[in-house]
T-cell receptor
Framework: NAGVTQTPKFQVLKTGQSMTLQCAQD?????MYWYRQDPGMGLRLIYYSASEGTTDKGEVPNGYNVSRLNKREFSLRLESAAPSQTSVYFC???????????FGPGTRLTVL | LAKTTQPISMDSYEGQEVNITCSHNNIATNDYITWYQQFPSQGPRFIIQGYKTKVTNEVASLFIPADRKSSTLSLPRVSLSDTAVYYC???????????FGKGTRLSVIA
C-alpha cells in the first residue's frame, strides 16, 4: 500500500515550457486535490476532483489544467510555465465523508 | 467556509505541554474542526478531528468549548521531533475542500 505517490520529485523548467505532474493513490479514495506551497506559506488549493470524471477550480487555478484520468490518477499540467509557478506541489486524496487527507511527498518545481 | 485565526509561531522547551488555540468565530453547525501537522519538506499529516467537547488520540488532544468558536490543540510533553507547522481547518464533512491558512510554526527547544 503505497498511499499517494507523485512524480517527479524535482523538476527545473525554463519559462514557457510545459510539463505534467503525476499523482496516483491506491486507497480507493474518491476525492483528490492539487495544492501548491510557496516558501513560508500555507497550502493553496489549485484544483480538486470530488469524484472520477469531475474537476473543479480551487483558489489559484490560473495557469494550470488537470485531468482525472481514472479513480487512481489525477494529473496537473502547466501549459506554459512561468517563474511565479516555482513552488512545491502536493497531491492529496481523501475518502468520501472523511476529513483526513493523505498527502504525497511533493514535487519541487523551479521555473527559470 | 469558516475563517480561522491562529498564532503565527510558538516556542516551547522539551517536555512541556503545548497548547495551540485556533479561533473560528463563524463556525457553522455542520462544521468539524481538523488539525494537521507538517514537517519541513513533507506534506501535511492529519492529527486529530473533533466536533465538540474533547477528543484524544495517541498524538494529541483537542478541546472544543460549548460555543465552538475556538479550539485548542494540546500536545503533551513535546520533544524536538514535534517541531513543525500546525494547521487548524474548519469545514463540513464531505467533498468540500478545506482551506489551509499559514498555520502555527512550533519550535521545540532543548
Amino acid at each position: 500500500n503505497a498511499g499517494v505517490t507523485q512524480t517527479p520529485k524535482f523538476q527545473v523548467l525554463k519559462t514557457g515550457q510545459s510539463m505534467t505532474l503525476q499523482c496516483a493513490q491506491d486507497m480507493n479514495h474518491n476525492s483528490m486535490y492539487w495544492y501548491r506551497q510557496d516558501p513560508g506559506m500555507g497550502l493553496r488549493l489549485i484544483y480538486y476532483s470530488a469524484s472520477e470524471g469531475t474537476t473543479d477550480k480551487g483558489e489559484v487555478p490560473n495557469g494550470y489544467n488537470v485531468s482525472r484520468l481514472n479513480k487512481r490518477e489525477f494529473s496537473l499540467r502547466l501549459e506554459s510555465a512561468a517563474p511565479s509557478q516555482t513552488s512545491v506541489y502536493f497531491c492529496a486524496s481523501i475518502r468520501t465523508g472523511s476529513r483526513e487527507q493523505f498527502f504525497g511527498p511533493g514535487t519541487r518545481l523551479t521555473v527559470l | 467556509l469558516a475563517k480561522t485565526t491562529q498564532p503565527i509561531s510558538m516556542d516551547s522547551y522539551e517536555g512541556q505541554e503545548v497548547n495551540i488555540t485556533c479561533s473560528h468565530n463563524n463556525i457553522a453547525t455542520n462544521d468539524y474542526i481538523t488539525w494537521y501537522q507538517q514537517f519541513p519538506s513533507q506534506g501535511p499529516r492529519f492529527i486529530i478531528q473533533g466536533y465538540k467537547t474533547k477528543v484524544t488520540n495517541e498524538v494529541a488532544s483537542l478541546f472544543i468549548p460549548a460555543d465552538r468558536k475556538s479550539s485548542t490543540l494540546s500536545l503533551p510533553r513535546v520533544s524536538l521531533s514535534d517541531t513543525a507547522v500546525y494547521y487548524c481547518l474548519v469545514g463540513p464533512s464531505g467533498n468540500t475542500p478545506l482551506v489551509f491558512g499559514k498555520g502555527t510554526r512550533l519550535s521545540v527547544i532543548a
